[in-house]
């Protein structure tokens, strides 16, 4: 959801994209009620808005896994076009010590 708005005949909360397509219908209606929709019966949520962003803009999870018996840190984000990325980071390197040459 990037635009939220509240449908006032339902209360319910869509995308904006969604009211487009519903208002764009021979006879726009609420799929919750079945009332006419017109410009009055619904308004934007401003604050819903800047909050699905942030929220957007800041969602980062991080999960440890282990592949043969290696430890692996993955941290998964959501970039600014709405694309989950995954990194994966080996905690332990298996390096063996180096030996002093004579």
């Not at 509240?6 to 726009?28: A, G, N």
């Not at 308004?43 to 999870?61: D, G």
Request: proline share 6%; aromatic share 6%.
């Amino acid at each position: 959801m990037e635009s939220p708005v509240l449908l006032q005949t339902s209360q319910v909360t869509v995308d904006e994209t969604t009211l487009v397509y519903l208002l764009l219908q021979k006879s726009p209606r609420c799929p919750f009620t079945r009332t006419t929709l017109d410009q009055h019966s619904f308004c934007r949520l401003p604050e819903l808005q800047q909050e699905i962003h942030a929220w957007r803009t800041n969602v980062s999870t991080t999960t440890t896994l282990s592949h043969a018996g290696t430890p692996i840190n993955t941290t998964t984000t959501l970039n600014h076009i709405g694309v989950y990325i995954t990194k994966y980071v080996t905690l332990e390197h298996q390096s063996t010590p180096l030996e002093a040459v004579n």
